[in-house]
């Protein structure tokens, strides 16, 4: 079965940097595209970005432009997120998801188990 | 960017009754693409809906989605204990994808 299972909770001090992993199987790695969201205390769903693990190309919300980088790493079929200059209103859960068809417009299937970053000085 | 608003924030309800869910858009959906998602407290997301009607896999066939353009509507015809939550629509007809605010679900 498909899973996403993500790396551990991690405490930052503003103004530094965060790369998060989201490590998948039960799937071919570069037939769906994979997403990150985040979810701030209380709040709702943010969408953050999209990478295609085929070719390694990566869109950003326009949010997180400048300091969001996603890449992958085929052998391990494995994407990573980080963020840089981190600020306090950062702190949140931060979700990877694969998309559901094959096509770089889809839904969320399947959803990692989510990683708690708290950025506090 | 497509904004989308959810109606109501709130809804109080008891076991068996029917839920009905809005999700409005402030610009068509291109192709109907519209996926409706629940979050429990404490976990992540599960999709309930996509292309505006489509039920994923291992969804009871109590929810239903419908509508078009800027107009959705997710259904939950006779709620049962675990639907206690926290809903949300999500536009990706779009490349800059987006998701309503969310209207929770509680116990009345």
């Known amino acids: 079965q498909v899973q996403l299972v993500q790396s551990g909770a991690e405490v930052k001090k503003p103004g530094a940097s965060v790369k998060i992993s989201c490590k998948t199987s039960g799937y071919s790695f570069t037939r769906d595209y994979l997403y990150w969201v985040r979810q701030a205390p209380g709040q709702g769903l943010e969408w953050m970005g999209v990478i295609n693990p085929s070719t390694g190309y990566a869109d950003y919300a326009q949010n997180f432009q400048g300091r969001l980088t996603m890449t992958r790493d085929t052998s391990t079929s494995t994407v990573h997120m980080e963020l840089s200059s981190l600020k306090s209103d950062d702190t949140a859960i931060y979700y990877c998801a694969k998309g559901g068809d094959g096509s770089g417009l889809a839904y969320f299937q399947n959803w990692g188990q989510g990683t708690l970053v708290t950025v506090s000085s | 960017e497509i904004v989308l608003t959810q109606s109501p924030g709130t809804l109080s309800l008891s076991p068996g009754e029917r839920a009905t869910l809005s999700c409005r858009a402030s610009?068509?959906?291109?192709?109907?693409?519209l996926a409706w998602y629940q979050q429990r407290p404490g976990q992540a997301p599960r999709l309930l809906i996509y292309g505006a009607s489509s039920r994923a896999t291992g969804i009871p066939d109590r929810f239903s989605g419908s509508g078009s353009g800027t107009d959705f509507t997710l259904t939950i015809s006779r709620l049962e204990p675990e639907d206690f939550a926290v809903y949300y629509c999500q536009q990706y007809g779009s490349s800059r994808r987006t998701f309503g605010q969310g209207t929770k679900v509680e116990i009345k």
């Open positions: 610009q068509s959906v291109s192709s109907n693409y």
